[in-house]
């Protein structure tokens, strides 16, 4: 099946049942009133009761949701006619429109409401084109709030995965596809997709339709599409569009390569510098079905940190110096800060004043340098600035005793009431509710992850005093000892990010004969647990808790296969001098040449465990040894091959079988005959079959069925034999002697 073809059929999908609701797996909202469409998104059915059918409006399936967090609405919009609406909401039932908005047609939507009380709520959204052309669309969902937290849910979502897999048997027939993955704006990323592409094209054949590409908004950094080789704009619902059409045509014996880079979000763990970050915001989270990544009470989150070259968490009641450099200031900044919770009689320069706090909640201070002259935080040593202003050769800070010269620094000269913030995401969804306090004045920072009024409560406290919350009690049942999980999730321009179980879900869809993953992003390594499996071959550039740095790794791998660089620079990564590439070869290749602190993890033997280079290691390595970007080759296996007609003990007249006897073994033939083979690789799929008589080449297939039609007129003995060749170049052979006449 071509892309093109297909991508007209998911057109007329999208137009006839309300942009992808079926894909998404989405109950879609009914609509009001007889003049338009219902859609049954179950059986991919739509009930038309009208002639004309000017807006489709997908709202999203019904929601499960709680009283302390927002509730989030997403869905998606189409029009024929016209390509600017207006989206008006009245979310709890008081016939009255809580939010507007106005969008453009083909665009995902989204918004959010707090519900402070449980209950089922009725949500309508109303839709009117902008030129008001067209009668209001109304659409419903129903949302069911729960008191207390966790994670927004949807009633239906659990059905997808049935209703998607596919186990389509092999056709003998090897297709090689294509998922490539870009969610990120910068030309970086660009660079690296346009590499990829010309690699698979000109190195490796393939075709155009079988590579489906989702890029940024639909473009590349300039606005274009060069070749049209763009296929959907990144966003949650047309990856799902994607590798739903695939799991209607991929089948067991076809290969898949999915390709992914831009930034990623997760959580930086002990072995990172930048340990207790929470780059995501709605983990982590308890969930038993999900990789158990900590004990409550061994997470630790960040509170406070320095950026720049001393990077370090901070405590509270110390100072810490931040140092970075300003660009666009062409200058470095220079300050040092300090977390406290209460003081007395505190002068602050800024403003001439003295200062007493006394309350539960966080105060920040800020010195500046006295050479710091104009007192905005950054030394400009080309006006003059200084950073030693006594001048007596001791550095204001010295990073490796942590000692300060105090005659080079001003007192508190900027005071921040009440901060209300920490420097990470928080778990849970959190990022507007919590509550940072010292309950006990100890100058130990307290967390409340879930604040809706009245008592605060203690869900994390710095113990230590080392700017990391020693333990989060993430779901506030009074302990911490539940196991927590963390999704790593990869960011998709402007869109909420594919998470690592949306991900093995999708992939879960298709049953290729193999799977190649290619993962750039941060936390890329805490996507090998999804998506694990025997059939599969992983490679990421990080580890789970740790960033991956520039694009080193992806362009090397990419390097590997295309026997240059980017700039076009010759590399041989050809470790075994076989003239191919394997997975394998590429890997190492790639993590040898990375100079980064990047870790790459490798997986190819379902363990669900990485391991980094050298590969074979840990007992990956032997899958990806054998399988190359030309298809999921094993170069110790040729095809099968088997001459099936003529057969030994039997006469044939004019092709047809009169007897079989046992008495003779050379068949006989009376005039023309099919020679008949069975020709099979698994592998990487049969190149050509070729038929010698006597040890001269009479005939080559290169197209099932494997066969060869024999009326060259004789009367005598000869030996007939058949030649099978895979992609990879192995070759079977399978002989047998024969009496012909006429």
Same mark, same amino acid.
């Given at each position: 099946m071509m892309k093109k073809s297909l991508i007209i059929g998911i057109i007329l999908l999208i137009t006839s049942s309300i942009i992808t609701s079926n894909i998404l797996s989405f109950n879609c909202g009914k609509n009001n009133s007889d003049d338009y469409c219902t859609i049954n998104c179950n059986d991919l059915q739509q009930d038309i009761n009208c002639n004309i059918l000017p807006i489709y409006v997908y709202l999203g399936e019904d929601i499960i949701s709680y009283n302390t967090q927002y509730t989030y609405?997403?869905?998606?919009?189409?029009?024929?006619?016209?390509?600017?609406?207006?989206?008006?909401?009245?979310?709890?039932?008081?016939?009255?429109?809580?939010?507007?908005?106005?969008?453009?047609?083909?665009?995902?939507?989204?918004?959010?409401?707090?519900?402070?009380?449980?209950?089922?709520?009725?949500?309508?959204?109303?839709?009117?084109?902008?030129?008001?052309?067209?009668?209001?669309?109304?659409n419903y969902i129903k949302v069911f709030i729960k008191e207390g937290y966790g994670d927004q849910k949807y009633i239906c979502e659990k059905n997808i995965s049935k209703k998607h897999f596919n186990n389509l048997k092999g056709d003998g027939i090897i297709n090689k596809y294509v998922v490539m993955i870009n969610g990120g704006y910068e030309t970086r990323f660009w660079e690296d997709v346009n590499f990829t592409y010309i690699m698979l094209k000109e190195d490796y054949d393939y075709n155009d339709d079988y590579i489906f590409l989702l890029n940024n908004n639909g473009t590349d950094p300039h606005g274009n599409n060069p070749n049209n080789i763009i296929d959907y704009p990144v966003n949650i619902s047309n990856i799902y569009l994607v590798f739903s059409n695939l799991s209607e045509i991929l089948d067991n014996d076809d290969f898949l390569f999915i390709w992914v880079t831009d930034h990623g979000m997760g959580y930086l763990g002990p072995a990172s510098q930048y340990y207790g970050y929470l780059n995501s915001y709605d983990a982590p989270f308890i969930d038993e079905g999900d990789e158990q990544d900590y004990v409550e009470h061994e997470f630790k989150l960040r509170s406070f940190c320095v950026y720049g070259d001393y990077y370090s968490n901070i405590g509270m009641d110390v100072w810490k110096v931040q140092k970075r450099w300003v660009s666009f200031e062409n200058g470095t900044e220079f300050i040092r800060l300090k977390y406290v919770s209460h003081f007395s009689n505190i002068y602050i320069e800024s403003n001439n004043s003295i200062v007493t706090d006394n309350d539960l909640y966080i105060e920040e201070f800020t010195s500046y340098l006295k050479g710091d002259f104009n007192q905005d935080g950054i030394i400009k040593e080309d006006e003059g600035e200084i950073f030693d202003f006594d001048n007596d050769g001791i550095p204001p800070y010295n990073p490796d005793t942590g000692i300060f010269d105090e005659d080079d620094w001003r007192g508190i000269n900027h005071y921040e009431?009440?901060?209300?913030?920490?420097?990470?995401?928080?778990?849970?969804?959190?990022?507007?509710?919590?509550?940072i306090f010292d309950a006990n004045l100890d100058n130990h920072v307290d967390i409340d992850l879930h604040y809706i009024g009245g008592d605060l409560e203690i869900d994390g406290t710095d113990i230590d005093n080392q700017g990391l919350f020693d333990g989060i009690d993430i779901n506030e049942d009074g302990d911490m000892a539940d196991w927590i999980s963390i999704d790593e999730q990869i960011y998709l321009f402007n869109h909420p990010a594919l998470r690592d179980d949306q991900l093995r879900e999708l992939v879960n869809w298709t049953n290729p004969d193999r799977t190649l993953i290619f993962l750039e992003p941060c936390f890329s390594g805490g996507f090998i647990w999804d998506l694990s499996r025997n059939n599969r071959i992983i490679c990421t550039a990080a580890v789970e808790e740790d960033s991956s740095w520039g694009n080193v790794f992806v362009r090397g791998f990419t390097s590997a296969l295309h026997g240059s660089d980017i700039e076009g620079t010759p590399v041989n990564a050809d470790a075994n001098n076989d003239g191919k590439i394997s997975v394998v070869e590429a890997f190492n290749y790639a993590a040898e040449n990375d100079y980064t602190a990047d870790i790459p993890q490798y997986d190819d033997n379902g363990d669900k465990n990485g391991h980094t280079y050298p590969i074979p290691n840990g007992g990956?390595?032997?899958?990806?040894?054998?399988?190359? &970007?030309?298809?999921?080759?094993?170069?110790?296996? #040729?095809? !099968?091959?088997?001459? $099936?007609?003529?057969?030994?003990?039997? +006469?044939?007249?004019?092709?047809?079988? &009169?007897?079989?006897?046992?008495?003779?073994?050379? #068949?006989? !033939?009376?005039?023309? $005959?099919?020679?008949?083979?069975?020709? +099979?690789?698994?592998?990487?799929?049969?190149?050509?079959?070729?038929?010698?008589?006597?040890?001269?080449l009479n005939e080559n297939i290169s197209y099932r069925p494997f066969s060869w039609v024999w009326d060259e007129k004789t009367f005598s003995k000869h030996s007939l034999r058949v030649v099978a060749y895979d992609i990879a170049g192995n070759s079977a052979s399978d002989e047998i002697t024969v009496w012909k006449f006429f």
């Open positions: 609405f997403k869905g998606a919009i189409y029009s024929p006619y016209t390509d600017r609406f207006i989206l008006s909401w009245d979310f709890d039932e008081d016939n009255s429109y809580d939010c507007l908005d106005i969008v453009n047609s083909y665009q995902n939507f989204e918004t959010k409401f707090y519900y402070k009380q449980p209950g089922e709520y009725s949500v309508s959204l109303t839709t009117v084109d902008a030129n008001r052309q067209f009668p209001p669309v109304v009431d009440n901060i209300t913030w920490i420097n990470t995401g928080v778990p849970q969804n959190q990022s507007e509710n919590y509550k990956d390595g032997n899958l990806g040894s054998v399988t190359f &970007l030309s298809g999921p080759m094993d170069e110790h296996f #040729p095809p !099968i091959l088997k001459i $099936i007609k003529p057969t030994e003990s039997r +006469i044939y007249l004019v092709g047809h079988l &009169l007897f079989k006897r046992h008495f003779f073994t050379n #068949p006989i !033939i009376f005039g023309k $005959i099919t020679v008949e083979t069975i020709a +099979i690789d698994n592998e990487t799929g049969v190149d050509r079959v070729e038929f010698y008589v006597d040890d001269v």
